[in-house]
Nanobody, 115 residues
Framework: QEQLVESGGGLVQPGGSLRLSCAAS????????MGWYRQAPGKQRELVAG???????NYADSLKGRFTISRDNAKNTVYLQMNSLKPEDTAVYFC?????????WGQGTQVTVSS
């Protein structure tokens, strides 16, 4: 059964860092494009970052330079390194996998940036 499980969220002070992980199972991970989205209360879900099966990356313009997406195909895991966090980064962060006509979402992990 296909499954994406996020971890690494939590409470962090402004200026701090977190690394999110998304472990995939039940899919041929290496052929999937992976991404991170986030959804803040009262707002639409938005793309944070994506990484293709070949390792090419893209980011939301507002997040370039602070967030880094990476993948480890040997571990079936995609990561999101988040630095210099701001209160407006507070959201539920979702992992996403896409290949051909198939796509999957994780259940989300809460990130709260507050002093």
């Amino acid at each position: 059964q296909e499954q994406l499980v996020e971890s690494g969220g939590g409470l962090v002070q402004p200026g701090g860092s977190l690394r999110l992980s998304c472990a995939a199972s039940g899919i041929i991970f290496s052929i999937y494009a992976m991404g991170w989205y986030r959804q803040a209360p009262g707002k639409q879900r938005e793309l944070v970052a994506g990484i293709t099966s070949g390792g090419s990356t893209n980011y939301a313009d507002s997040l370039k330079g602070r967030f880094t997406i990476s993948r480890d195909n040997a571990k079936n895991t995609v990561y999101l390194q988040m630095n210099s966090l701001k209160p407006e980064d507070t959201a539920v962060y979702f992992c996403y996998a896409h290949a051909a006509l198939k796509s999957y979402w994780g259940q989300g992990t809460q990130v709260t940036v507050s002093s």
